[in-house]
């Protein structure tokens, strides 16, 4: 079984601050990374994943994330928000052979100007 | 564009009422998935069906059961509408079971009165 844990419910920043949302996960195998994003009144979608290669995978509106396999870790970093950034964001684990996805807790940003 | 559609944005029951909540997708998608979203909870899984009529249980499938007749629809049912099920609930869907993203649906808004 998997479980993930989103460390911040809430965290307000700046704009054009940098951000860091963290994601820690416990799984007894390996497992598919994701990042999704649910902005206001919508459902959500898919921001970025990690499958394998590369530790560090980029989405195309300037977000990253970074694998840690020793900290069991994925957290998400943006380096200058904008406040269409302002969203909930959802880490989420999957095994490779599986399809069910176990989400965190979910993490509000709010980018005020 | 993958479009997932849910037949209602809110909702309002009454307590004991049998309660439909119905998702179509249109994009021949093998699985199809019902989530419930609650504040501080993340994203819980209901249940999932991974082709016509076959269906199986997530982690909170009390209260709840589903239907798929057709492989584009997929319905969320509560036999018997309790105040706890006051919720979010969010319908997604991917091609296969190697998929590695989940497209969800803007979600429906269930409150039970």
């Known amino acids: 079984a998997q479980s993930v844990t989103q460390l911040d419910s809430q965290v307000p920043v700046f704009e054009e601050a940098p951000v860091e949302l963290r994601c820690n996960y416990s799984s007894s195998v390996s497992v598919y990374l994701f990042w999704y994003v649910q902005y206001p009144n919508q459902g959500l979608q898919l921001l970025l994943k990690?499958?394998?290669?590369?530790?560090l995978v980029e989405s195309i509106n300037g977000f990253e994330a970074e694998f840690n396999k020793s900290q069991t870790s994925f957290h998400l970093r943006k380096p200058s928000v904008h406040i269409s950034d302002t969203a909930e964001y959802f880490c989420a684990v999957r095994p490779p052979g599986g399809s069910r996805l176990t989400f965190g807790e979910g993490t509000q940003l709010t980018v005020n100007p | 564009d993958v479009k997932v559609t849910q037949s209602s944005r809110y909702l309002v029951k009454r307590t004991g009422e049998k309660v439909f909540l119905e998702c179509v997708q249109d994009?021949?998608?093998?699985?199809m998935f019902w989530y419930r979203q609650d504040p501080g909870l993340g994203l819980r899984l209901i249940y999932f069906s991974y082709d016509v009529k076959m269906k199986e249980k997530g982690d909170i499938p009390e209260g709840y059961s589903v239907s798929r007749e057709k492989k584009e629809r997929f319905s969320l049912i509560l036999e018997s509408a309790s105040t706890n099920q006051t919720s979010m609930y969010l319908c997604?869907?991917?091609?296969?079971?190697?998929?590695?993203?989940?497209?969800f649906g803007p979600g429906t808004r269930l409150t039970v009165t």
């Open positions: 997604a869907s991917s091609a296969s079971l190697g998929s590695y993203e989940q497209y």
């Open positions: 990690y499958l394998s290669g590369s530790t």
């Open positions: 994009m021949d998608h093998e699985n």
